[in-house]
């Protein structure tokens, strides 16, 4: 397992830009990127629970009022909101960093971040939980399989990408956030 330091913020480390979590269902988007923002004493907002607040209803409710497409128009709307605010650790749902022009704002203000995971990962994380209306289906890990080989070459797009593994903790995966925002350049050490 990766060793990490205790979860105290790191005031000695700068981020420059928004910072843009994308990926599948259960990669750890929300749970990584609240986590990541305590350790960088910067805000965390998360485009899911945005939509969810602005609408007073779950994410499944809109999806059964509205339709995915209205849903869709929303989360772009949200980040790029999101995007215009200070530099911030944004977590995005799975199908955002879908759409061409949320990726090119995402590219434009800030940085995309893959946390990348296998199917057996991502199903094990969401297999407990009936919360994503995608995976309301008769054969749920097939359609997360599918979704999965369907994004990929949108995933790719990223700007960085985080390995995600079954035996890194959420407070390890930030660890591995970090490294990869300092090798590119996004996180600075304060001069001293
Ligand atoms: N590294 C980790 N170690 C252990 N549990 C994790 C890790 N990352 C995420 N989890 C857990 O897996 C579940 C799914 O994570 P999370 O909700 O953050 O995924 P997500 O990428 O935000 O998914 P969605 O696109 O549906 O919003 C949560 O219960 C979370 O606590
Ligand atoms: O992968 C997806 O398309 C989704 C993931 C969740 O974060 C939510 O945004 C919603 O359930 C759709
Ligand atoms: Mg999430």
Known sequence: MREHLPTAT???LVLLKPVVL???????K?????????RLGVMFRDSDA?????AACSIAEIFAR????????REAEVIARLLREAPAIISTGG???????TRDLITGHGVAVWLRADIELLWSRVKHKDTRPLLRTENPKQTLADLLAARTPSYEMAD???DC??????????????DVLKDAGILTETPV
Do not use: N
Request: proline share 4%; charged share 25%; hydrophobic share 45%.
């Open 10 to 12: 790191d005031c000695s």
């Open 22 to 28: 994308v990926g599948m269902m259960g990669a750890g």
């Open 30 to 38: 929300s749970a990584v990127g609240m986590a990541l923002s305590k």
């Open 50 to 54: 945005e939509i969810e607040q602005a």
């Open 66 to 73: 509205d339709g995915e497409t209205f849903f869709r128009a």
């Open 95 to 101: 199908g955002a960093y879908l759409r061409p022009e």
């Open 160 to 162: 960085l990408v985080a």
């Open 165 to 178: 593994r079954p035996d890194y903790s959420i407070e390890a995966m930030v660890d591995v956030v970090i």
